[in-house]
């Protein structure tokens, strides 16, 4: 059995996450280590608050407080509300661990020592309006590729360009909008160009997804150039390298290490210090990171070099799945114009597992994806309320009704029956072969087609005539429909937990419906048998009013209103 390291990119914590972030990485992260545990794998999945940083420190200044003040708040509150969602973190952690700054201080001085560090003075932008020099994020200006005004000194969001604030025409900073001068300042380097060659053959033997390798393989190929390890800002964790007092390891050097640090960590909360090794030097081990598509350049050529570096055996990414981004209403999520939805919003409006099904419903897989209230009802009255709420429901009363709860004895399969049980039995493996190629989406969507398919064999059947012609064949169709929804309850479990769950206390199955090796069980058999009692059927979803699309906008509005009392006094807008 392989062993797997699921990994999500960490939300940079000066701001609570929005939908987009949510599906981006964390969600779709859950819903696969969720399926590998139910599989019965060998899982790690973790992630943390990214929270070092010029932008966290400009924030904190901005408030008058100290940077750790503003994170502690932060981690806490996101750490919370990430609970709410049934993100099944093993370890969820965060840069300010002393783990992580330990092992991150550690690693640093590995590629220092391996000769893959060196030192050179750079020219920085430095605003004297503010007095400090820049991080690159903070430098706005117009992209030297493509021409688009709102590029940022380390990476042009339009063309995914990663830059240097020197490349951008009309560089300015972005706190005051002044502009930048550019100022000389000695840092330490890592040495990218050393590791073209590894790099380039890796990418082409890897089993990354075309859409990340084309376009790693292409950046590789125009030329690595060294990146700088260190930065001037004082939030952050101190380099450490001789000489080097005063300056602070760069936020994504600092992040990336964090997949490590994170499974170390959670050895030693279960007193297995030599856990991480297990899996990040087991070169049989898979790891895969869930991002959005604008980091990719960090973790398919930055990160794995800078494990090549280390001279330790990591195991290098195995895969990559980069979402593209999702849209609000046809742009994008700006928190400056209080534009789109956060996390903590959403859960005003609607229960965690409707989010969780329409957000992985419009994943963006392929190509950037609208959210519009629209949608949103469509999904949420027609596929998990009529196709599977209603099939669920249906089945269940039936059963209490016309058989006392229990599941009765089938008689002969007709050539309906045959076609439909044949169906439920191999669902597992159709929904699987889904998750396998990393479409979260065509999962669900042939997750609901078990639960449409049922619809229309119990029209085909019509049990509720057939009880009084033909009970024996109302007791086939009941039997095979019933196993249908233990099915369903198994691979929603994913997707929806705590609906799964429930669906299976109504089932009155034994144990949970997340218990590890589930999946198998529900595949080529039936697991309910005849003779079994049900519990009390429920409606599983709720539909939502049909004026809802219109009264949206206002009931964000207000969400909003109230999530702002509820949430820490340095993260409110």
Not at 33 to 47: I, P
Not at 359 to 370: A, C, G, N, S, V
Not at 503 to 509: D, E, H, I, Q, V
């Amino acid at each position: 059995m392989a062993k797997w390291v699921v990994a999500s990119a960490w939300p940079y914590v000066n701001n609570v996450p929005h939908l987009g972030n949510l599906i981006g990485s964390i969600l779709s992260a859950d819903v696969f280590a969720r399926y590998l545990r139910l599989k019965g794998e060998d899982v790690v999945f973790v992630s943390g608050s990214d929270e070092h940083g010029t932008p966290i420190e400009i924030e904190a200044i901005k408030r008058g407080v100290h940077p750790k003040q503003l994170t502690d708040q932060a981690h806490e509150y996101i750490t919370k509300l990430f609970k709410e969602y049934g993100i099944s973190f093993d370890n969820y952690t965060r840069t300010e661990s002393e783990t992580h700054k330990e092992f991150v201080r550690e690693f640093m001085m590995k590629l220092y020592n391996n000769g893959y560090v060196f030192t050179q003075d750079e020219i920085l932008p430095y605003c004297p309006r503010d007095k400090m020099f820049l991080p690159d994020r903070f430098v706005i200006g117009t992209c030297p590729y493509c021409g688009y005004p709102k590029a940022h000194g380390d990476q042009c969001d339009n063309c995914g360009r990663l830059l240097h604030p020197t490349e951008l025409i009309n560089p300015r900073c972005a706190i005051c909008g002044g502009p930048v001068e550019f100022r000389k300042s000695k840092h330490w380097f890592f040495d990218l160009p050393k590791l073209q060659d590894k790099l380039m053959k890796w990418l082409e033997e890897s089993n990354l997804p075309a859409k990340v390798k084309n376009y790693s393989l292409n950046w590789v190929k125009e030329g690595l150039k060294p990146r700088s390890i260190t930065r001037d800002n004082k939030w952050g964790i101190p380099a450490p390298f001789p000489g080097a007092e005063g300056k602070t390891i760069y936020v994504w050097f600092d992040a990336l290490l964090g997949y490590i640090s994170a499974t170390k960590e959670f050895g030693e909360k279960h007193g297995d210090p030599d856990l991480w090794k297990r899996y990040w030097f087991d070169k049989e081990t898979r790891t895969v990171y869930f991002i959005g598509k604008d980091n990719i350049p960090f973790h398919a050529i930055i990160f794995p070099a800078m494990l090549m570096a280390s001279g330790e055996p990591y195991v290098l990414p195995w895969y990559i799945s980069a979402t593209e981004y999702l849209l609000f209403e046809g742009e994008q999520f700006s928190k400056s114009r209080r534009w789109g939805i956060w996390i903590d919003e959403a859960l005003e409006l609607l229960p965690a597992d409707y989010w969780r099904f329409v957000l992985i419903k419009i994943r963006p897989e392929t190509k950037d994806t609208d959210f519009t209230w629209k949608e949103l009802v469509k999904i949420v009255n027609k596929d998990m309320n009529d196709d599977i709420g209603n099939f669920v429901h249906r089945v269940l009363k039936f059963t209490e009704s016309r058989f006392k709860g229990i599941v009765p004895e089938p008689g002969e399969y007709t050539d309906i029956d045959r076609e439909y049980a044949e169906y439920v039995k191999s669902a597992s493996s159709r929904v699987a072969e889904q998750f396998e190629a990393f479409r979260l989406k065509q999962a669900l969507e042939e997750t609901i087609e078990l639960a449409r398919r049922g619809n229309q064999y119990l029209n085909a059947k019509a049990p509720w005539d057939a009880i009084k012609t033909n009970p024996e064949d109302a007791a086939t169709t009941i039997y095979i429909a019933i196993n249908a929804v233990a099915t369903l309850a198994v691979l929603l479990a994913p997707f929806t937990p705590v609906s799964a769950e429930k669906l299976w206390r109504m089932l009155n199955l034994e144990g949970s419906v997340h218990q590890k090796g589930i999946w198998s069980k529900v595949a080529s058999t039936f697991i309910v048998k005849p003779g079994h009692k049900i519990g009390k059927p429920e409606p599983l979803f709720k539909k939502l009013p049909a004026d809802f699309e219109n009264k949206a906008p206002k009931l964000l509005e207000e969400a909003r209103r109230k999530v702002m009392e509820k949430r820490p006094p340095l993260l409110r807008w």
